[in-house]
């Protein structure tokens, strides 16, 4: 079963913990524009499982890919990189 082992993981600052065991993550992307060679930031959120409700507005999270959790949880916690008090 390798096709399991191949889920996506991202890196984001948590935006909301104000639902019960969910986290609204958003994820910065930065890419060149083919033609023009600007550098393009885009933002997109993301609704995450938090199952112990550890992680708080402001911190730095890695989460995954998993399966659907309900109609808009796709992801799930996987470690708090960084907390917002926390120096590097």
Same mark, same amino acid.
């Given at each position: 079963? $390798? %096709?399991?082992?191949?889920?996506?993981?991202?890196?984001?600052?948590?935006?909301? &913990?104000?639902?019960?065991?969910?986290?609204?993550?958003?994820?910065?992307?930065?890419?060149?524009?083919?033609? !023009?060679?600007?550098?393009?930031?885009?933002?997109?959120? !993301?609704?995450?499982?938090?199952? #112990? &409700?550890? $992680?708080?507005?402001?911190?730095?999270?890695? %989460?995954?890919?998993?399966?659907?959790?309900?109609?808009?949880? #796709? !992801?799930?916690?996987? #470690?708090?990189?960084?907390? #917002?008090?926390?120096?590097?």
């Amino acid at each position: 079963m $390798a %096709f399991l082992a191949n889920k996506k993981t991202f890196i984001g600052t948590v935006l909301s &913990n104000k639902m019960t065991k969910t986290i609204v993550v958003d994820v910065e992307t930065k890419s060149l524009h083919p033609l !023009y060679r600007k550098l393009i930031v885009r933002n997109k959120k !993301y609704h995450v499982h938090d199952e #112990k &409700n550890t $992680a708080n507005v402001g911190d730095f999270v890695q %989460f995954k890919e998993t399966r659907p959790l309900s109609a808009t949880k #796709k !992801y799930i916690l996987t #470690k708090i990189i960084k907390t #917002k008090g926390e120096k590097k």
